[in-house]
């Protein structure tokens, strides 16, 4: 039997150097300047504070911290985020929908619900977030790795998928319907209630016990 291809890590973003803090205040003197896309890509800031409901859709940040955050269904559809760290922040409900995100670092975030139907996400990396519900629908995904996250019940159908790392993840319940897992490891993760199809499974990497609990999932009777 051929050995699954070994994932390429994603290429995650230094530390960026800021130029200043856009706290809560100072972003609602100027909204215009960093929502809806009527600005140039925003860079060097490190953004704090409670901005529930935010519209950034079309906009474009580069080289910023998102930093302690609350974006509860902030709309970032269809923005370029690029060399971000976002860390410590709760963006429950927001949608990323359509969004490219490059070298991009979500640490210690809560993502429940969140939205990354139809967008791109190259060299990504989640680590010990919760993205329980989290919709990935017709989402590209190149070198993007979960790490210690909570990703249950989301749907991640008709992914498009190339060096993909789930390292201690929950997956309980994650839908998986026409998403090809080959070369996929699962081995340090928690699989039962993996909602997939029996063809997207081939050249997936399970542990000997995920594979008969998967085997009973699709009506195979183990004797």
């Given at each position: 039997m051929r050995a699954a291809r070994e994932q390429r890590p994603p290429a995650l973003p230094a530390e960026p150097k800021l130029e200043r803090e856009l706290s809560e205040g100072l972003l609602e003197e100027e909204p215009g300047r960093y929502a809806s896309?009527?600005?140039?890509?925003?860079?060097?800031?490190l953004f704090r504070g409670v901005f529930p409901g935010l519209d950034f859709e079309e906009a474009s940040f580069e080289g910023c911290v998102f930093e302690g955050m609350r974006l509860t269904g902030a709309d970032l559809s269809?923005?370029?985020?690029?060399?971000l760290v976002i860390r410590r922040c709760d963006l429950s409900n927001a949608s990323f929908?359509?969004?490219?995100?490059?070298?991009?670092?979500?640490?210690?975030?809560?993502?429940?619900?969140?939205d990354f139907s139809e967008g791109v996400l190259r060299d990504v990396r989640f680590s010990r977030c919760s993205l329980r519900y989290a919709q990935f629908f017709q989402a590209g995904l190149r070198a993007v790795r979960f790490e210690g996250c909570d990703l249950s019940g989301a749907a991640m159908q008709e992914l498009k998928l190339r060096d993909l790392t789930l390292s201690e993840c929950k997956l309980a319940g994650v839908e998986l319907f026409h998403t090809k897992l080959a070369g996929v490891d699962f081995t340090t993760c928690e699989t039962d209630g993996l909602v997939v199809a029996a063809e997207d499974l081939r050249g997936g990497v399970f542990t000997a016990a995920q594979a008969v609990g998967l085997a009973r999932l699709l009506g195979i009777i183990i004797k």
């Open positions: 896309g009527e600005a140039d890509a925003v860079s060097g800031l269809k923005t370029g985020l690029t060399d929908s359509k969004a490219a995100l490059t070298r991009v670092r979500f640490d210690d975030c809560k993502l429940v619900g969140a």
